[in-house]
């Protein structure tokens, strides 16, 4: 039996609203507004990164598609009479959801009925903490508010699932009756009521409502807040190493002689690690995942990101801070391209001046040790351009 005979975009096929395979509830319009400006970009800021930051003025919508009787493939990809769907609201590239569905003809996995209301909140990078910040757990404030109620739902759950979502799912109030696990291309689901409820970002670009959206589940999830660490400074030594920052252990003694605190959140429980970023007000560090729990900080939070110049890993900080009112800066260090496999250094002196932008904003001038003025800072100690906020 063939399982699947067309793949269509669910958002750009505009029958598909119309049709009887599918209803859509809107909770959100798309629109267009500016990023908001860095706080600072210190280091070589090149055309690719201006673009990143600045160019995207498309906001997404958002809203949550109901497919009666639908089944569910692989990484949540939702296939309904033969038709598979994906979209950039699901995390799903058209390629992705090729090379599944062409596995499933092949295989033609058993099909498991699951009744009731089935949804799906999780999609390809399900295995990143960040994405679970900024693209899964905001789906439940949009199943919320389509009409549905978090507590008579089952939540379709991958097999691989990790700890920590786990962990963040039953932290917002789901039980663990709710989540439905199941087996990739050993099964396939078929759902009575499946709800696809879309992520609120596109590209680095989050729609307004993500601060809605964000302020619903972390409230849910955060019991209390911290007030002794305002200022954090995120390792990666324990992360995994697709990107090295080669001077490490020398930019984290200048965050230490700063006063900051630093921390693997990878090595605490993620209770404690909510309490610890709610209660922050100052991130800093290698950019990745981590920097992203600025979203239990709120409104007003500064990030301070170290990272190169490739577009890899994106610039979803300053998508994060647009819509939840925040500061994000970033300290460059040149890389190549659109490597993903970065080793770089990060200049001394300009994370120095970093720091002393932050202490400033925060009203603490001389915070930091031996700052520098622009005239006369060094790019990695060769000469090089000049710092520039």
């Not at 007003?300 to 990272?307: A, F, H, M, S």
Request: net charge neutral; charged share 20%.
């Amino acid at each position: 039996m063939t399982l699947v005979r067309d793949i269509r975009e669910i958002g750009d096929h505009m029958a598909a609203r119309r049709s009887p395979l599918l209803a859509f509830t809107q909770v959100a319009e798309a629109g267009r507004s500016p990023m908001r400006p860095p706080a600072f970009l210190l280091g070589p800021a090149n055309h690719t990164v201006l673009w990143e930051i600045f160019g995207q003025i498309d906001t997404p919508g958002a809203g949550c598609y109901a497919i009666a009787d639908g089944l569910v493939a692989p990484t949540g990809i939702a296939i309904k009479d033969g038709v598979a769907f994906h979209a950039e609201a699901f995390l799903q590239p058209r390629h992705h959801v090729v090379t599944v569905c062409d596995r499933l003809n092949a295989e033609n996995p058993p099909v498991r009925h699951a009744r009731g209301k089935l949804a799906v909140i999780y999609g390809p990078a399900h295995e990143t903490w960040g994405h679970w910040l900024t693209d899964f757990l905001p789906r439940l404030w949009v199943l919320c508010q389509a009409g549905h109620d978090l507590a008579t739902l089952s939540f379709l759950v991958p097999p691989d699932l990790r700890p920590f979502a786990r962990t963040l799912l039953l932290l917002c109030g789901l039980r663990e009756e709710q989540l439905v696990a199941y087996d990739y291309f050993a099964e396939i689901v078929r759902a009575e009521l499946l709800l696809m409820p879309t992520g609120l970002r596109a590209g680095n670009r989050l729609a307004p409502c993500f601060a809605q959206a964000t302020a619903f589940w972390t409230a849910r999830a955060r019991h209390d807040i911290a007030t002794d660490q305002p200022r954090l400074y995120l390792s990666r030594a324990g992360a995994p190493q697709q990107r090295q920052m080669l001077n490490r252990e020398a930019i984290e003694s200048v965050a230490r002689d700063a006063g900051f605190a630093v921390v693997q959140p990878e090595t605490l429980p993620v209770a404690a690690q909510i309490k610890m970023f709610a209660g922050a007000r100052v991130l800093a560090g290698e950019y990745g995942s981590g920097l992203h729990n600025s979203v239990f900080g709120g409104p007003g939070v500064t990030v301070c990101g170290l990272r190169g110049t490739s577009r890899h890993p994106s610039f979803l900080q300053s998508g994060i801070a647009t819509a939840l009112h925040q500061n994000a800066g970033y300290v460059f260090a040149a890389t190549e391209g659109q490597d993903v496999d970065q080793r770089f250094n990060a200049n001394i002196e300009l994370f120095r001046y970093a720091l002393e932008i932050m202490a400033v904003g925060e009203g603490r001038p001389g915070l930091c040790p031996g700052p520098v003025t622009p005239g006369r800072a060094a790019h990695d100690g060769a000469g090089g351009p000049r710092p520039h906020s």
